[in-house]
T-cell receptor
Framework: GAVVSQHPSWVICKSGTSVKIECRSL??????MFWYRQFPKQSLMLMAT?????????EQGVEKDKFLINHASLTLSTLTVTSAHPEDSSFYIC???????????FGNGTRLTVT | QKEVEQDPGPLSVPEGAIVSLNCTYS??????FMWYRQYSRKGPELLMY????GNKEDGRFTAQVDKSSKYISLFIRDSQPSDSATYLC????????????FGTGTQLKVEL
């Protein structure tokens, strides 16, 4: 069964509004979670690393003020796309390792469409 | 040159065939190797996780890692239509979700 839960699975919003995506680890604690973005027919690109109790680490080229990440607890990380624009339309996927040497397990993704 | 190379396909095979999916890489520091299966509009699902060189088998799936050649493979035996998906290889220098480098994915279609 799924070990990482992501919500919502899809969302449509108007340009200029903000959207929050939640990522929860099920039955395990995740001090670190990872947020990826995937464009159609392309591979996953790491956006940022979410760290419980501290600031997120963003990859080069990812605007931290636009993609706000909060790791509120050991089982919850949120990604807020602020002032969304059509070019932010994409598939956002969160992930977490179940342990220190464990591989990443991914959520089912959130398809964001900005109109 | 990309760090991880993967043929995007599409690869079409008849039901029951043995499927071979491959990735090559350039970074000799990679130690952890993964294969994920991704259905359309879904997140990647972990299929295989291996450390260093060698083989690992799980049901119809076998993963092989040849670090000397910087080459990894995923074999699917007795392929089924339900195996139709995109298969992503991924690798990292450390475990625990340490920054993964993904291949572009190979689209597989298993036909009746």
């Amino acid at each position: 069964g799924a070990v990482v839960s992501q919500h919502p699975s899809w969302v449509i919003c108007k340009s200029g509004t903000s959207v929050k995506i939640e990522c929860r680890s099920l039955d395990f604690q995740a001090t670190t979670m990872f947020w990826y973005r995937q464009f159609p027919k392309q591979s996953l690109m790491l956006m940022a690393t979410s760290n419980e109790g501290s600031k997120a680490t963003y990859e080069q080229g990812v605007e931290k003020d636009k993609f706000l990440i909060n790791h509120a607890s050991l089982t919850l990380s949120t990604l807020t796309v602020t002032s969304a624009h059509p070019e932010d339309s994409s598939f956002y996927i969160c992930s977490a390792p179940t342990g220190p040497d464990s591989p990443l397990h991914f959520g089912n993704g959130t398809r964001l469409t900005v109109t | 040159q990309k760090e991880v190379e993967q043929d995007p396909g599409p690869l079409s095979v008849p039901e029951g065939a043995i499927v071979s999916l491959n990735c090559t890489y350039s970074n000799s520091a990679f130690q952890y190797f993964m294969w994920y299966r991704q259905y359309s509009r879904k997140g990647p699902e972990l299929l295989m996780y291996t450390y260093s060189s060698g083989n690992k088998e799980d049901g119809r799936f076998t993963a092989q890692v040849d670090k000397s050649s910087k080459y990894i493979s995923l074999f699917i035996r007795d392929s089924q239509p339900s195996d139709s998906a995109t298969y992503l290889c991924a690798m990292s220098t450390a475990g625990g979700g340490n920054k993964l480098t993904f291949g572009t994915g190979t689209q597989l279609k298993v036909e009746l």
